[in-house]
C-alpha cells in the first residue's frame, strides 16, 4: 500500500473517530463492450485512484445484451456500445441523456485463426474452402462484431455457403476463446481483441467501407441516480490518460 493512501485512510480514520462523520461510497455503473474488458479495467483502477469514497462497477459483454439490460430497468449510469446501433436505439427511446452522447473509440474487424494453424486461411472468401469446418462469429443479433461480420460475408456474397458452418458466440470474447481453443478453424473479432492474445494471428482485414463504420459511442443513461460522477466519468474517458491507453490496448480514440 501506498505511503499516500496510508496518509489519506489515517485522515479518514481520524475524521471518523474524532468528528463523529460519516459517509457514503458513490458508485458509476457502466455497461460497457465486451472488446473494452481490459482497456477500461484498467482505466477504472486510474480513474478511482486514492478515493475510497467512489468505486466503478462495469458490466461487460454484448452490445445488444446490453442495451436491453437497460430499455429493461437496469441501474445503469454509463453505456459504452461497440456499435452505433444499439446507441441508436436508446436514443429513440429517449433513454440517454440528450447532448451526452460522443463518439469515444474507432476499431476495426479483422478474421483470426489459431496461432498455430496452417489451413490455408488468408481471406474472408477462403472460408468457404473445405478445408474450413467451423467458423466463430458473435450472434447478430446481439454482438456488433457478429453484425460486422455479416456485412463482410454478404459484401463478398458467401453468406448462404458460410451459415453450415457458423458457430455463434454470445459476445467476442467468446469468439476469441473458440479460436483460441482450436474449437473453430477462424473467427471474427476486433482488432483489439486479437492483439491481446498470442494465441491467435490475424490473416485478413474486412473491407475499409465497413472497418470505417466500427465506432464505439458513450452516452450517460437517462435514468441515472450519479448524474455528476456519471458525466465526471465520460470526462475521464476522453482525457489524455484514458487516450494512451486505449491506444495501447490497439483503439483508435477520438475527440478531447
Known amino acids: 500500500m501506498s505511503a499516500k493512501r496510508l496518509l489519506l485512510m489515517a485522515m479518514i ?6 468528528a463523529g462523520c460519516s459517509t457514503t461510497v458513490t458508485t458509476v455503473n457502466v455497461s460497457a463492450a465486451a472488446s473494452l474488458k481490459d482497456a477500461v479495467t484498467e482505466l477504472n483502477y486510474m480513474y478511482v485512484g486514492d478515493d475510497p469514497f467512489t468505486k466503478v462497477v462495469v458490466n461487460f459483454g454484448g452490445s445488444g445484451t446490453l442495451q436491453k439490460q437497460i430499455e429493461n430497468g437496469a441501474p445503469v449510469d454509463v453505456f459504452i456500445s461497440a456499435s452505433a446501433v444499439q446507441m441508436d436505439a436508446l436514443q429513440k427511446q429517449q433513454l440517454i441523456i440528450e447532448g451526452s452522447r460522443r463518439n469515444l473509440l474507432k476499431n476495426k474487424v479483422v478474421l483470426i485463426v489459431p496461432a498455430d494453424s496452417t489451413p490455408g486461411i488468408a481471406d474472408f472468401r477462403d472460408l468457404t474452402g473445405e478445408k474450413v469446418g467451423k ?39 467468446q469468439v476469441l476463446t473458440y479460436v483460441e481453443t482450436g474449437n ?36 450517460v443513461i437517462n435514468a441515472s ?13 476522453f482525457s489524455e490518460t484514458a487516450r494512451a491507453v486505449f491506444q495501447k490496448y490497439g483503439f483508435t480514440a477520438l475527440g478531447r
Not at 480514520?13 to 474524532?18: E, G, S, Y
Not at 450472434?139 to 455463434?168: C, E, H, M, N, R
Not at 492483439?195 to 463504420?213: F, Q
Not at 441516480?225 to 474517458?237: K, P, Q, S
Open 13 to 18: 480514520l481520524a475524521v471518523f473517530l474524532f
Open 225 to 237: 441516480n450519479n448524474m455528476e460522477i456519471a458525466e465526471d466519468y465520460v470526462n475521464f474517458l
Open 135 to 173: 467458423i466463430a462469429v458473435g450472434d447478430p443479433k446481439s454482438v456488433p462484431a457478429g453484425q460486422y461480420a455479416q456485412l463482410v460475408f454478404d459484401k463478398y456474397g458467401i453468406t448462404d455457403q458460410l451459415k453450415p458452418k457458423l458457430v455463434f458466440g454470445s459476445d467476442v470474447r
Open 184 to 219: 473453430v478453424d477462424a473467427g471474427v473479432v476486433f482488432l483489439t481483441d486479437a492483439k491481446i492474445s498470442k494465441k491467435v494471428k490475424v490473416v485478413a482485414d474486412a473491407p475499409d467501407d465497413i472497418n470505417a463504420t466500427v465506432v464505439y459511442p458513450v452516452a
